[in-house]
């Protein structure tokens, strides 16, 4: 086979089983849309500098036009006059999805392929297999977790074994914990769990091949992955393709994405519709347009997922040319706060509108990244939490949420068998409107406090995430540092998206003078002080001391003349720009693999400089 595309580092010869002639020939076949995603970036890019630079929110689209790259009325997808997904039955119950990446950091097969065992013995009805946010990007760790993720679904005899071993692990934590076993026939329960796949989003480029000399598309190269190398076996087994699409902000990148996976189907033989999406609301503008994405991703289409961090950043950055737009302390914009409630509620009423043939779809509520692992004290504490807030989702109308830690399911997931519906699919709720009040409500802002105590936090776990980005570990457990060593306050799963926002909110802070409501004893900061550049200096100083001084549990050692003064120079140079930069995960891309302070701030630099210049992110691999 002749390649047009260009691949680094001997990785087709490493990775045989993952670029299989299949594989390659179906990217081949879908390179060509490679283009057009260059283009939608470029046009998104540009959108964001005109609002910005007009002081222009986003608004609702003219129900007289066509959604974007379709030939559907907008009007037609508000009323639900469009075809949608039919939902298959190993998606009608997913009370509970967990997720994670199926592999970790510079590990062999035998030691990555524990995550996808522990994933599918966890009792989870779905777990979303994430390339994405959770997933480390240094090395070949994407091509690692395809391969892992393959073997795993074609039940390799390693795979077996491994599984084997990592059910008698889980079973003596729960007996331990929960004073029973959580799994009677490892081979059985392998068998329950919904495999789903997270794409990268259309924002990233692949690490490992380019196109033209230029970077190509993440997104592409994912979802011919894992569809490629997996749905015979998937299929032969009775069992759904089912992807999950981040970072959508329109119903015109949802029509891109429909063009891809339209053209895999096509050259793969498989009739249109077998590949299902769910679709992760974690952007402002997707909550103008949801009827529109799920029109234009017909009939691919089976559930929106609400998320909070993602969200928050996308609110904070699309509103970052307001002043009077501040966020408070990250800890008070909780999925009940002001824009949050009316996101929320705008998605459940979306997916509850029937198509013309009287479907609705799913919603999957949030994530639960707590792990009960602490005090006794502690743990009960937050356990009781994440239940109360797993109630509240199903209340609300969710069919089910997510969780960040196999540990979790079984706490979860009663909540939901209590009910004993397998879904809440077409209760009745308000339609959908599109007037002023609507968009206001969606960049609502509420009473809340903003404090040092929530800069100290915004700022500690900012760099903590970055530094373990930077090692590897795109999911981390983290707490602020001044929490270390007291178990009574648990550690939090994170991802990618806990460190956007709290970059964002700071950004927010600096540069529109946000106002402190509480004194600070220590800073001998009054209510009322504005939180300026120097106090941001001051706090990043003495939060970048602890965690030098912190223990190797928590800190890695090997991390504190590497990897860690890159991520204090990322974050200080993304919070004290005054142009913000779009995305945290440009910068700590750029600087993956390095470990050399004046490269990596020679890197940061450039990129700015660039994207001050005419909007141009560097987002290709520097080391290709």
Same mark, same amino acid.
């Given at each position: 086979?002749?390649?047009?595309?260009?691949?680094?580092?001997? %990785? &087709?010869?490493?990775y045989?089983?993952?670029?299989?002639?299949?594989?390659?020939?179906?990217?081949?076949?879908?390179?060509?849309?490679?283009?057009?995603r260059h283009?939608r #970036?470029?046009?998104?890019?540009?959108?964001?500098?005109r609002?910005?630079?007009?002081?222009?929110?986003?608004?609702?689209?003219?129900?007289?036009?066509?959604?974007?790259?379709?030939?559907?009325?907008v009007?037609? $997808?508000?009323?639900?006059?469009?075809?949608?997904?039919?939902?298959?039955?190993?998606l009608?119950?997913?009370w509970i999805?967990g =997720?994670?990446p199926?592999?970790?950091p510079?590990?062999?097969?035998r030691?990555?392929?524990?995550?996808?065992?522990?994933a599918?013995?966890?009792?989870?009805?779905?777990? #979303?297999?994430?390339?994405?946010?959770?997933l480390?990007?240094?090395?070949?760790?994407? &091509?690692?977790?395809?391969?892992?993720l393959k073997?795993?679904?074609?039940?390799?005899?390693?795979?077996?074994?491994?599984?084997?071993?990592?059910?008698?692990?889980?079973?003596?934590?729960?007996? /331990?914990?929960?004073g029973?076993?959580?799994?009677?026939?490892?081979?059985?329960?392998l068998?329950? =769990?919904? %495999?789903?796949?997270?794409?990268?989003?259309?924002?990233?480029d692949?690490?490992?091949?380019?196109?033209d000399?230029?970077?190509?598309s993440?997104?592409l190269?994912d979802?011919?992955?894992?569809?490629?190398?997996?749905?015979?076996?998937?299929?032969?087994?009775g069992?759904?393709i089912v992807i999950?699409?981040?970072?959508?902000?329109t119903?015109?990148?949802?029509a891109?994405?429909?063009?891809f996976i339209?053209?895999?189907?096509?050259?793969?033989?498989?009739? %249109?519709?077998t590949i299902?999406?769910?679709?992760?609301?974690e952007q402002?503008?997707?909550?103008?347009?949801?009827?529109e994405i799920?029109?234009?991703?017909?009939?691919?289409f089976?559930?929106?997922?609400?998320g909070?961090?993602?969200?928050?950043?996308?609110?904070?950055?699309?509103?970052?040319w307001?002043?009077?737009?501040?966020?408070?302390?990250?800890?008070?914009?909780? #999925?009940?706060?002001?824009?949050? +409630?009316?996101y929320?509620?705008?998605?459940?009423r979306?997916?509850n509108?029937p198509d013309?043939?009287?479907?609705?779809?799913?919603?999957?509520?949030?994530?639960?990244?707590?792990?009960? %692992?602490?005090?006794?004290?502690?743990?009960a504490?937050?356990?009781? +939490?994440?239940?109360?807030?797993?109630e509240?989702?199903?209340r609300?109308?969710?069919?089910?949420?997510?969780v960040?830690?196999?540990?979790?399911?079984?706490?979860v997931?009663p909540?939901w068998?209590?009910?004993?519906q397998?879904?809440?699919? /077409?209760?009745?709720?308000?339609?959908?409107?599109?007037?002023?009040?609507?968009a206001?409500g969606?960049m609502?802002?509420?009473?809340a406090?903003r404090?040092?105590a929530?800069? +100290?936090?915004?700022?500690?776990?900012?760099?903590?995430?970055?530094?373990?980005?930077l090692?590897?570990?795109?999911?981390?457990?983290?707490?602020?540092?001044d929490?270390?060593?007291?178990?009574d306050? &648990?550690?939090l799963?994170?991802?990618?998206?806990?460190?956007?926002?709290?970059?964002s909110?700071?950004?927010?802070?600096?540069?529109?003078?946000?106002?402190?409501?509480?004194a600070d004893?220590?800073?001998g900061?009054?209510e009322?002080?504005p939180?300026?550049q120097?106090?941001?200096?001051?706090?990043?100083?003495e939060?970048?001391a602890?965690?030098?001084?912190?223990?190797?549990?928590?800190?890695?050692?090997?991390?504190?003349? =590497?990897?860690?003064?890159?991520?204090? $120079?990322?974050?200080?140079t993304?919070?004290?720009?005054?142009?913000?930069?779009?995305?945290?995960?440009?910068?700590?891309?750029?600087?993956?693999?390095?470990e050399?302070?004046?490269?990596?701030?020679?890197?940061?630099?450039?990129?700015?400089?660039?994207?001050k210049?005419?909007?141009t992110?560097?987002?290709?691999?520097?080391?290709f």
């Open positions: 086979m002749t390649l047009t595309l260009e691949f680094r580092d001997a %990785v &087709l010869a490493a045989p089983d993952v670029y299989t002639p299949a594989a390659l020939a179906a990217l081949e076949v879908l390179a060509p849309l490679n283009h057009r283009e #970036m470029a046009a998104r890019t540009a959108l964001r500098k609002r910005a630079g007009q002081g222009e929110r986003i608004s609702f689209l003219d129900p007289e036009s066509l959604i974007p790259g379709t030939q559907i009325k009007a037609d $997808a508000r009323s639900g006059n469009f075809d949608g997904a039919i939902i298959p039955p190993d009608q119950r997913q999805q =997720t994670g199926a592999t970790k510079r590990s062999d097969v030691s990555g392929i524990r995550n996808v065992a522990y599918l013995l966890s009792g989870a009805d779905g777990w #979303m297999f994430d390339g994405e946010d959770a480390g990007q240094v090395d070949t760790m994407s &091509l690692d977790n395809h391969r892992n073997l795993a679904i074609d039940r390799d005899p390693l795979f077996l074994e491994v599984a084997q071993e990592v059910a008698g692990e889980m079973n003596t934590w729960a007996q /331990g914990f929960l029973r076993p959580i799994i009677a026939d490892w081979r059985q329960q068998d329950f =769990t919904t %495999v789903i796949f997270r794409c990268r989003g259309l924002h990233l692949d690490r490992h091949i380019r196109q000399g230029h970077g190509f993440a997104s190269s979802l011919v992955l894992f569809v490629v190398n997996n749905h015979e076996r998937l299929l032969a087994t069992r759904s999950y699409l981040p970072k959508t902000q119903a015109e990148d949802a891109l994405w429909n063009s339209l053209a895999l189907e096509a050259h793969l033989s498989l009739p %249109v519709g299902k999406c769910y679709v992760l609301v402002l503008e997707q909550c103008f347009q949801l009827m799920r029109a234009a991703l017909s009939p691919h089976v559930g929106f997922n609400t909070r961090w993602d969200y928050i950043n996308s609110v904070s950055d699309a509103l970052a307001d002043q009077e737009f501040v966020n408070p302390n990250i800890q008070a914009i909780t #999925m009940t706060y002001g824009y949050m +409630r009316n929320e509620d705008r998605v459940r979306a997916m509108t013309r043939n009287g479907r609705c779809t799913l919603w999957q509520g949030g994530m639960e990244p707590n792990i009960p %692992v602490g005090s006794a004290e502690g743990v504490a937050s356990m009781k +939490r994440a239940v109360a807030g797993a509240r989702e199903q609300e109308g969710a069919s089910g949420k997510w960040a830690h196999w540990k979790m399911v079984h706490i997931r909540v068998e209590k009910v004993g397998a879904n809440q699919l /077409g209760r009745a709720f308000p339609a959908l409107t599109y007037g002023p009040a609507d206001a969606l609502l802002l509420e009473p406090p404090t040092i929530g800069a +100290r936090d915004l700022l500690s776990v900012a760099l903590q995430y970055g530094n373990a980005f090692r590897g570990f795109q999911a981390a457990a983290l707490k602020p540092a929490f270390f060593g007291n178990d306050v &648990l550690y799963m994170e991802d990618m998206a806990t460190g956007e926002i709290r970059l909110i700071l950004w927010e802070w600096i540069h529109k003078g946000a106002l402190l409501t509480e004893a220590e800073t900061c009054v009322g002080e939180f300026t120097a106090l941001f200096g001051r706090l990043l100083k939060e970048y602890k965690l030098r001084q912190a223990s190797n549990r928590d800190v890695h050692d090997d991390s504190k003349d =590497t990897t860690l003064p890159i991520a204090r $120079a990322i974050v200080q993304y919070v004290q720009s005054p142009l913000k930069a779009p995305w945290y995960v440009d910068l700590l891309n750029l600087n993956l693999g390095l050399d302070l004046k490269t990596a701030e020679a890197r940061i630099a450039h990129y700015l400089e660039a994207f210049k005419d909007g992110r560097l987002t290709e691999n520097q080391d």
